[in-house]
């Protein structure tokens, strides 16, 4: 095999991986709600976030494309007047953390 189908290959081993990966996470998210425990709610939702970067970047998106889309995401749930927007202003919070209260 050539160098290039070497990476063609690995990409796609890798990107498969991250889809498990999300999968496993999100059990994990699954069995930690069941359990309460805050730690490991926080650990299942953080690994969430990396791998779906890593994977939107293995997948040809920059990271900065995945933010922007994100943030538009957010505005057009305030602007449509999600429900949860509605109910508890969560879209807006996370809004002004991102814009504003970001490290």
């Not at 095999?1 to 990107?15: F, G, H, V, W, Y």
């Amino acid at each position: 095999m050539s160098k290039p189908e070497l990476d063609i290959a690995r990409n796609l081993r890798t990107i498969e991986w991250l889809k498990a990966e999300l999968v496993g996470s999100l059990a994990s998210l699954f069995k930690a709600l069941v359990g309460s425990s805050e730690d490991r709610i926080l650990d299942a939702l953080a690994n969430m976030i990396l791998i779906s970067y890593i994977l939107a970047k293995r997948l040809g998106c920059s990271f900065s494309r995945l933010g922007t889309r994100v943030e538009n995401k957010i505005k057009a749930n305030i602007e449509q007047g999600h429900e949860i927007e509605r109910w508890y202003g969560d879209f807006s919070a996370l809004l002004h953390y991102l814009e504003n209260d970001k490290r």
